[in-house]
């Protein structure tokens, strides 16, 4: 059956935002709709719709100046209506691995919505290319729906 899909984009650098759009392309192939939102507000996006969360971590384990504001909406939100996957990048020489993806599952959660699978968290060292890694993890997902 066909679904709706929120692509929500945490990005400094645009890496994220390759992940997302071959995510995007999976979706079309497999007769599903999507919008991603590159400026992620909450008044945007729908709640009943599944949520695809890519985002990196910058700073110090921070998300990416794009989402911080989307984040802070997310405090206190009713969200039991969501479902989510959540699709990290981040680079295992930080110690603060992915807190970014982290951050955002804790909201979701934290205000009642759902994890459909545990989070991805790519590591860019290991992979170069992480929408080859995103794409392949998310058609084990789509099997599942
Ligand atoms: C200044 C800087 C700080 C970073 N801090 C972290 C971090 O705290 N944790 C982490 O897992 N990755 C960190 N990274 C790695 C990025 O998340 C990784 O390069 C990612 O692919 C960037 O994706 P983007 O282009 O979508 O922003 C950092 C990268 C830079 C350049």
Not at 9 to 28: H, R
Not at 56 to 84: R, Y
Not at 130 to 136: I, L, Q, T, Y
């Amino acid at each position: 059956m066909s679904k709706h899909f929120e692509i929500i984009v945490g990005t400094m650098l645009g890496a994220s935002e390759y992940v997302a759009d071959a995510i995007a392309e999976k979706l079309d192939a497999s007769g599903h709709t999507h919008t991603i939102h590159t400026e992620p507000n909450l008044d945007d996006i729908k709640t009943d719709a599944t949520w695809i969360v890519c985002t990196s971590t910058h700073g110090a384990g921070e998300l990416p100046d794009n989402i911080q504001e989307f984040a802070a909406q997310l405090k206190g939100a009713p969200l039991h209506t969501v479902n989510a996957f959540v699709i990290g990048l981040g680079d295992t020489s930080y110690d603060t691995f992915c807190f970014g993806a982290k951050e955002i599952e804790k909201h979701i959660t934290d205000n009642g919505g759902t994890l459909l699978a545990d989070a991805l968290y790519i590591d860019v060292l290991e992979h170069p290319i992480p929408e080859d890694a995103a794409v392949e993890w998310f058609e084990g997902q789509l099997d599942h729906l």
